[in-house]
């Protein structure tokens, strides 16, 4: 863009110098001719250096929250530095000496606190202009506001640890590859079949990281063809290990397309069936010795067998893998197509559409943490508060719930004859299992018949109706049956399968039953179904009872909205992923609280020994530093008796909260979390009314 336009200050209209033609090379100036016009200039200013003053114009006094006729008139570059974010500051500094010392163009990215008092991203563009001495006497520049990039950056980076982390809890061998063969996501099992950490392969491809390069080589080839042809392929695969051992792997692999249906990289998963095949192999070797080696034959086509049955396996791994696939494409399209959109329209300043694309995107992202959460209970990692709980009286509360779900065409009938009631379970878990049967039943029903829920207790012992896993003993049995289509015996053998559904397209995600398992499982119980075509479904939801009678545990009230701090309450925000400690510091912080941050255990045990005020200590479970977030608070309560603890998780081993739910001042959120819950948890644990 010309200097006229550059802003408001006159100084900024002064001509080039006589080194260069303009104060902008050409790529700044579009640039700044495109935040003119989306309306994102946020300040212009002007260094006499030799002055030593900044003279700038009223945007730029806003964007610093220093006074505006003092920019007008000139301030020494210090007390602009002064708004800079204590952290940027360094950089900011040694970027202007750097353009200081060649002369020429100037951009940085800092943060800089506002008349409120908090902080916002902004970028700086601006120009060294040097005397014929080659000192620097004169720097002008303009300020443009990226706080919605940077948050939607934050955002993007945050889906993105979110599917890496998906990807690592899916058991087998499963990446993701880019057009050129590079990886770009893995789970543990590919670190554990290539040897490597994660940092020596991730963006590499099989020729750069394996030491067999013939054998890389095939791989790749095999992928590109499969990106060429558009079609998954099951392929076997030979991987020499880092010892050298050879193994043979089953891999599925698929395109992987963008929301365009064009083909952007490679999805796969793979099994190794090593066993299988020298199994095989020895099987031959049997056939041409059968006579003297009967026996040992026996024996080793019984373990041939069983490696077979281990590679059928791959089916549902293949099937889960294409879910997770298709699932987060879809939503991950929604996510970045409205991030796209949010671009463009910043560029065109048309504002007004921004909030709709962010209800978009954020929509999509709960949808992904809904999708996130339901395969951690299929795979029994869901962080469960198990209490005392009377599950009769929780089904009379939900009794008029679940009959305006069915609606009023379905009779519902509930007998409640269990007479050992009470169970440790997750109450929220047992409503929304309760309530997922209920659903089924009645789409089952096709518009009328009658849904009936019995509980009773049932004497299990070791046989067909009890899982292998589980010790005989007396269960609570809640039966869900319907006298509707029922199923068939193929339809019956695959109920639990993660993805699998017999409604139509977009009617369901083929994981309620899958999650309802995976709860059960976890909480000590299990789920047996039986059902036949036209005769109807019983589903029979069986866990532990337990010999006490105790009131069904207390619903939580709707919390009232969290007012602000007091003067000085302090929060400690402990979290290894800065864009988790930036949202609950700056969401605090909105609410007045001194927020102090910490990024692993060890700062944060530190922090809480000294004598700094806290009042509140909000932390992540899983934490780098030798101990997690639990053992991390228990440490800090023994100096700060009664500190109240907000537990932060979005994966945690069942042991890691143990008894939490006992302890007093003590919550725990499951992430993603909104900021109304985060808000609410911290009203109720610093009591507020």
């Known amino acids: ?27 700044a100036l579009e640039r700044l001719q495109l935040a003119l016009d989306a309306g994102a200039i946020v300040g212009t200013w002007v260094w006499n250096i030799l002055d030593n003053q900044v003279t700038a114009d009223e945007r730029f006094s806003r964007s610093f929250g220093l006074p505006a006729d003092k920019c007008l008139a000139g301030i020494p570059i210090e007390e602009a530095f002064a708004s800079i974010h204590p952290d940027d500051r360094e950089r900011v ?60 950056e934050a955002e993007r980076d945050r889906m993105s640890a979110l599917l890496r982390t998906f990807t690592a809890a899916v058991p087998g061998v499963v990446y993701a590859k880019d057009l050129a063969g590079r990886l770009i996501v893995a789970n ?19 020729l750069e990281f394996l030491e067999d390069k013939a054998q890389a080589r095939q791989i790749m080839e095999t992928d590109r063809h499969i990106m060429q042809g558009g079609q998954a392929v099951q392929i076997e695969e030979r ?8 193994t043979y792997w089953l891999s599925v692999k698929a395109p992987l397309c963008d929301e365009a249906g064009e083909v952007m990289g490679l999805i796969g998963s793979s099994i190794d069936v090593t066993a299988r095949r020298n199994a095989e192999a020895e099987l031959l070797e049997l056939n041409r010795t059968l006579e003297a080696r009967v026996e040992e034959a ?13 590679s059928q396996k791959m089916e549902a791994v293949g099937q889960l893998t294409g879910g997770i696939a298709h699932d987060f494409n879809n939503l991950l399209a929604g996510i970045t197509g409205s991030l796209d959109l949010i671009k463009l329209r910043l560029k065109q300043g048309r504002i007004a559409d921004v909030e709709r694309y ?51 065409a379905i009779q519902l009938k509930v007998e409640l004859r269990a007479t050992s009631s009470t169970c440790l379970v997750d109450p929220a878990q047992v409503e929304n299992a309760l309530l997922n049967l209920c659903i089924n039943a009645r789409d089952a029903l096709k518009g009328g018949g009658s849904i009936a829920i019995k509980t009773y207790n049932e004497e299990l012992v070791q046989g067909a109706e009890l899982d292998p896993e589980l010790e005989p003993g007396t269960y609570f049995t809640i039966c869900v049956a319907d006298d509707g289509l029922g199923m068939s015996s193929e339809t019956l053998t695959r109920v639990f399968e993660p993805f699998f559904t017999t409604k139509p397209v977009g009617a369901g995600t083929g994981l309620g039953l899958s999650m309802i398992y995976g709860f059960a499982k976890q909480s000590g119980g299990q789920v047996r179904i039986e059902s036949e075509e036209g005769r109807g479904t019983r589903v029979f ?71 700094t005020r806290i009042d509140l200590l909000v932390t992540d479970i899983g934490l780098p530093g030798g101990i997690d977030g639990r053992q991390m608070a228990d440490a800090g309560r023994c100096t700060r008796s009664g500190l109240p603890v907000l537990f932060m998780t979005g994966y945690a081993q069942p042991h890691v909260l143990d008894n939490a739910q006992l302890e007093p001042n003590t919550a725990v959120l499951t992430k993603p979390f909104t900021l109304e819950a985060l808000t609410l948890n911290v009203n109720a644990l610093l009591k507020r009314s």
């Open 1 to 27: 863009m010309d200097r006229e336009g550059a802003g408001s200050s006159g100084d900024l209209d002064a001509p080039a110098s006589p080194h260069q033609e303009s104060a902008f090379p050409t790529s």
């Open 93 to 152: 500094s040694a970027d202007i000496e750097e353009a200081m010392s060649r002369g020429g163009a100037y951009r940085c990215e800092y943060r800089v606190r506002q008349h409120d008092g908090n902080y916002r991203w902004i970028e700086a563009n601006g120009r060294a202009e040097l005397d014929d001495e080659g000192r620097a006497v004169r720097f002008p520049g303009v300020l443009m506001d990226i706080e919605s990039r940077r948050s939607a």
């Open 188 to 206: 543990d099992g590919v670190t554990q079949l290539v040897g490597k950490p994660p940092e020596l392969y991730l963006g590499k491809t099989d």
């Open 239 to 246: 991987v020499d290990m880092p010892d050298g051992t050879a």
């Open 298 to 310: 026996v024996a080793e086509r019984e373990a041939a067998q069983a490696a077979l049955r281990q």
């Open 358 to 408: 962010l209800t978009v995107a954020h929509g999509a992202a709960n949808r992904a943490a809904s999708l996130t959460h339901r395969l951690l209970a299929f795979s029994r990692r869901q962080t469960l508060m198990p209490v005392h709980t009377n599950v009769n009286t929780l089904i009379s509360d939900m009794e008029e719930l679940i009959s305006r779900t069915v609606g009023p």
């Open 541 to 611: 939801l069986q866990l532990p009872s337990l010999a006490a009678s105790v009131e069904a545990a207390p619903r939580a009230e709707s919390l009232p909205e969290s007012p602000m701090a007091l003067p000085g309450e302090t929060v400690l925000v402990v979290d290894d992923e800065p864009s988790v400690r930036m949202f609950v510091s700056e969401a605090l912080g909105n609410c007045g609280y001194i927020v102090i941050e910490a990024a692993d255990s060890l700062a944060g045990l530190q922090l809480l020994r000294s004598d």
